[in-house]
């Protein structure tokens, strides 16, 4: 037996933390942070811990499976796929290719193989809807950037290290390690900024994690981060500090978007959001007067009706602050693969505008070429031209993540034909007719594509397969590519395989060198020639790290980024602190910052109307914690174990008024249904506020979790209508949910 140690990139949640994996002979024996990492420097939470346990857990597929005789049984790997290409024959023959779903899960965020080879096999299988998590999380952020910027990956990150005045909207990163905000140790880095003298504020309808650190803890009514940000906005317009035409010249429509919400002053927010006037006054100078300060808000503003809006009045708000694109304040990344807006000029761009796609039955919005979540039960059960009749879903489990659960769950039983590719039967994936097994993460390499392109510092990290694969396995990227040559109609075998990933490789090559970056007298060849044997997402990578903001342009700059480097480098590279990007990273039609976009300023009218909405005597909010992120990390017992954390938190008033006692039953019902939780009274929630993790509900028939089934709660998707969402994204409200509660 040999022992070695691995490094690594977790790649469990967003923070990106660097591992030190101990190995004996190709079984891990321990797992710890990276001191060594040039971006967590040796910080790691719990759920990093767990990547031997679920190589070894017993209930992790290791083979296809396939229904027969209406049960999942272990098949070959040339059985599963051929029974996907007949059984997607026989719905397409049927019923055309718009019959076919498809939805992404958020661990394809997390993924190399799915973020190089997922868009070959969109494009390829051609599905009439494609659905993902991004409708149940952050694709009003997403939206807001697009609009603004004109992408929407062009989305500004808080400058943690550097900042003075931190205020938090609906994030509680010191338990969920951040998001749309790549930083490890948020803990240390909160710490850091008390002890330079700054301040951290949190509005949050429950005194959080994050909130007991803070040095003010604001309980706001759950969905009404839309007009506290309202207010900010008038405020700071008014403070003597803050000229709203003294912009720069790439700020367009600042004044027209304080005119439009006149309406909302702090003293006319203030008994709709729970927030004093003089709290927020008091925030506004601080944000006025502070040289830097930031305003980041994440999921309690995402996934509410106006997400959307709220997602882009942060902006507004950061500028009118002259923090926007400033040191210390909100800023704009230069990853080291390369963006949107690394690539082409400025004059390149286009506006974006919103309402040119709807889905069949409900008409909800179709944003950025993925219809919303909520419909998806709807467009399944539906009857009629267009009806969902196959799906497949990748790396997700919706049953448990999206509204109308219950609903949901009774589609996918309506289905002809359902593929997964994931690592257990699920609550989800327990409907599919064929199951492709995903390698665990030790056996495949990571690079955060998609999440250091939001991080808090420009760095770059690689991390090899630590482990072999299974024999005769496939991993992620030939799946997904054997599904695209099934999509095209063509062999899936090995050559075909091969073929398309060279396909791939020498289109990705071909673009970059049309892009205006690219140095002169470069030829396809010579660079297809430079890259060399290797394949896949790996070569993908390189390609996109050659020809990002530190690539060699395939040997035109000899001291450039490529993949060789970084594997020299596992702790990682940093490449600095984030810079000024404005106005070249802009890629709206105009060339400027389109604060005043006609789409966001038509919601204004419905901001307004808020206001004289009445508040409802109890909702529901969502909660996450820190040993729990997607849904089958509850099948680790060492992330399970010790007391239940699938309670419903309940105020001591409330609980009073209703009849509840703290470790007795509550049954919450809402409009989508009705579920029986225990019941924990904590006076860290605002009254009139109830609150649930997601994720939960390992108690269904047919699925094979057995830690998970141990402990198994409820599902709080059970209680999220369909119908309640954002009307500019699609995206579900999963927060602010009018809900029923008595004693069970």
């Known amino acids: 037996m040999s022992t070695e140690t691995a490094y690594r990139t977790c790649p469990l949640c967003e923070a990106g933390c660097g591992l030190a994996i101990e190995l004996d002979g190709g079984t891990v024996t321990r797992i710890r942070g990276d001191r060594d990492d040039v971006f967590s420097r040796g910080f790691l939470c719990p759920k990093g811990t767990v990547l031997g346990h679920f190589h070894d857990d017993p209930d992790r597929l290791r083979t296809p499976m396939v229904r027969v005789d209406g049960e999942l049984r272990p098949a070959g790997w040339d059985e599963a796929y051929e029974a996907i290409a007949d059984g997607l024959g026989r719905v397409w023959d049927a019923h055309g290719r718009e019959a076919l779903a498809m939805y992404l899960g958020n661990p394809m965020a997390h993924n190399l193989d799915g973020a190089m080879f997922s868009r070959t096999m ?101 969905g009404t981060d839309v007009l506290f940000l309202g207010a900010l906005v008038t405020a700071l317009a008014e ?41 927020t006054r008091e925030i506004a100078d601080r944000l006025a007067t502070t040289e830097r300060a930031v305003v980041y808000g994440r999921i309690g503003t995402t996934v509410t009706p106006f997400g959307t809006t709220a997602s882009w009045l942060i902006d507004v ?35 974006r505008r919103l309402g040119s796609r709807s889905t069949r039955v409900d008409g909800l919005p179709v944003a950025l070429g993925e219809h919303p979540a909520a419909a998806m039960a709807t467009e399944i059960l539906t009857d009629g031209p267009g009806r969902l009749r196959a799906m497949i879903t990748v790396g997700g489990n919706p049953v448990l993540s999206c509204p109308d659960a219950d609903r949901f769950d009774t589609a996918l039983e309506s289905l002809e034909f359902m593929v997964s590719l994931d690592c257990y039967v699920n609550e989800t994936t327990r409907h599919a007719d064929v199951i492709l097994p995903a390698p665990s993460h030790l056996q495949k390499p990571h690079y955060d594509v998609a999440l250091l392109g939001l991080a808090i510092r420009n760095v770059a990290n690689y991390s090899p397969a630590i482990l072999p694969m299974d024999d005769g396995a496939d991993r992620e990227w030939v799946q997904l590519a054997r599904l695209a040559l099934i999509g095209l109609g063509q062999s899936w075998d090995d050559a075909a395989v091969a073929a398309l990933d060279d396909e791939v490789a020498s289109r990705a090559i071909g673009g970059a060198l049309a892009d205006a970056a690219a140095p002169d007298g470069i030829d396809r060849a010579e660079a297809s020639a430079v890259v060399g044997t290797r394949n896949g997402p790996e070569r993908m990578l390189d390609i996109q790290l050659r020809t990002g903001p530190y690539g060699d342009w395939f040997g035109a700059r000899p001291d450039g980024l490529t993949l060789d480097q970084l594997i020299e480098h596992p702790h990682g590279l940093d490449f600095g602190a984030l810079e000024a990007r404005l106005p070249d990273a802009i890629r709206t039609s105009s060339g400027d910052v389109e604060f005043d976009h006609p789409d966001l300023m038509a919601d204004l009218t419905r901001v ?91 108690d269904v028939e047919g699925s094979r979790l057995s830690v998970a089934a141990e402990h198994a709660g409820v599902n709080s998707n059970i209680l999220t209508p369909a119908d309640l969402i954002d009307p500019l994204s699609g995206t579900s409200q999963l927060t602010g949910i009018p809900v029923d509660v008595v004693p069970a």
């Open 608 to 698: 307004v109307a808020l206001l004289d909405e009445p508040t409802a005597p109890m909702v529901l909010t969502g909660r996450r914690t820190l040993r729990s992120n997607n849904s089958w990390m509850h099948n680790m017992r060492v992330l399970v174990k010790g007391k239940p954390r699938c309670t419903l938190q309940v105020h001591p008033d409330d609980a009073d008024r209703i009849g509840l006692a703290d470790g007795g039953a509550a049954r919450v019902s809402s409009t989508s249904g009705t579920v029986t939780a225990p019941v924990e009274v904590t006076d860290a929630i605002r009254p009139g506020v109830v609150s649930l993790p997601h994720g939960w509900g390992h």
């Open 239 to 279: 403070h003597p500090a803050v000229d709203p035409g003294a912009q720069p010249d790439h700020f367009a429509g600042l004044a027209a978007v304080v005119d439009g919400l006149s309406a909302c002053t702090p003293e006319s927010v203030a008994d709709r959001t729970g927030i004093s006037a003089a709290a």
């Open 122 to 222: 969109l494009r390829s299988l051609s599905p009439g809807a494609v659905f993902s998590a991004s409708t149940v999380d952050q694709r009003p952020r997403e939206l807001a950037s697009g609009l603004l910027y004109g992408q929407s990956g062009t989305i500004p990150v808080p400058d943690l290290d550097r900042t003075d005045y931190l205020l938090l909207l609906g994030a509680n990163p010191l338990v969920s390690n951040g998001s749309l905000a790549t930083a490890p140790d948020w803990p240390g880095r909160l710490e850091a900024l008390a002890e330079r003298g700054g301040s951290l504020v949190v509005v949050d309808p429950v005194r959080t994690k994050t909130a007991e650190k803070a040095d003010r803890h604001l309980a706001i009514v759950p």
């Open 317 to 351: 708000v950061n500028a009118l602050a002259g923090s926007l694109d400033r040191p210390g304040g909100s800023m704009f990344t230069t990853p080291a693969a390369g963006s949107a807006t690394t690539r082409g000029t400025r004059s390149d761009g286009r506006s």
